[in-house]
């Protein structure tokens, strides 16, 4: 597994306006969206790209286009559709495809209760969205629905992961690709990244 930790300036600025104890509901929206988008820059580096031959101004000109079919976005709900603007402002045609869990308060283990997938799976490279990898449970039973429904080419896009959720992620699933704008020090008792964000999905949504 390759984490990537992008620390170009403005992914480490946008981060750290997010982190105050007070910012707006519309910062932390805009800012996430903005760091996502950043993300998303880096985690495409590699995609692979053809030749194509167009008509140009003046006359024919060799361009390259992105290969093959389209990427799939899997924003996990609901947090992780707080990046889906920021990555669907470079990738305008992916593809969503959207996953939902929710934790069983006796086992606390992830229960999917949605799942809906773009077409052609297979042929995808899918970019999972999330704001925060804390345990990694939710990631590793999203990778596993992933697969299960074909895909072969998956990587996870966090505005902040945890080492702990790092460690148990790459263990099961080696051939993940983790890109993020920090990886902060460790998780909290009820399994908050610290000195991480709080709970993204409350400051994205404005709930409490
Ligand atoms: N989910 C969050 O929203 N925040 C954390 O710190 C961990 C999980």
């Given at each position: 597994m390759a984490v990537h930790v992008e620390d170009h300036p403005l992914i480490k600025h946008k981060l750290g306006l997010m982190?105050?104890?007070?910012?707006s509901t519309k910062d932390f929206r805009d800012l996430a969206s903005e760091v996502a988008r950043l993300l998303t820059y880096e985690a495409t580096q590699d995609i692979e790209t053809e030749q194509k031959v167009i008509e140009g101004w003046a006359g024919e000109v060799k361009i390259e286009t992105i290969k093959g079919k389209k990427i799939t976005i899997v924003p996990i709900l609901r947090a992780g559709l707080g990046m889906m603007d920021g990555v669907l402002d470079l990738i305008p045609s992916a593809k969503v495809s959207v996953v939902g869990f929710y934790r069983n308060?006796?086992?606390l283990k992830p229960v999917q209760y949605y799942f809906k997938t773009a077409s052609a799976m297979e042929e995808r490279t899918a970019l999972i969205l999330d704001p925060m990898l804390a345990t990694g449970g939710t990631l590793i039973a999203t990778i596993d629905l992933l697969k299960e429904a074909g895909c072969q080419r998956i990587k996870g896009l966090f505005l902040v992961a945890a080492p702990e959720g790092i460690s148990v992620v790459e263990k099961k699933h080696p051939d993940v690709d983790i890109y993020t704008a920090s990886i902060d020090a460790c998780l909290n008792d009820?399994?908050?990244?610290?000195?991480?964000?709080?709970d993204a999905g409350d400051k994205i949504f404005g709930t409490k």
């Open positions: 982190r105050q104890k007070d910012i308060e006796e086992t009820v399994g908050y990244i610290l000195p991480g964000l709080g």
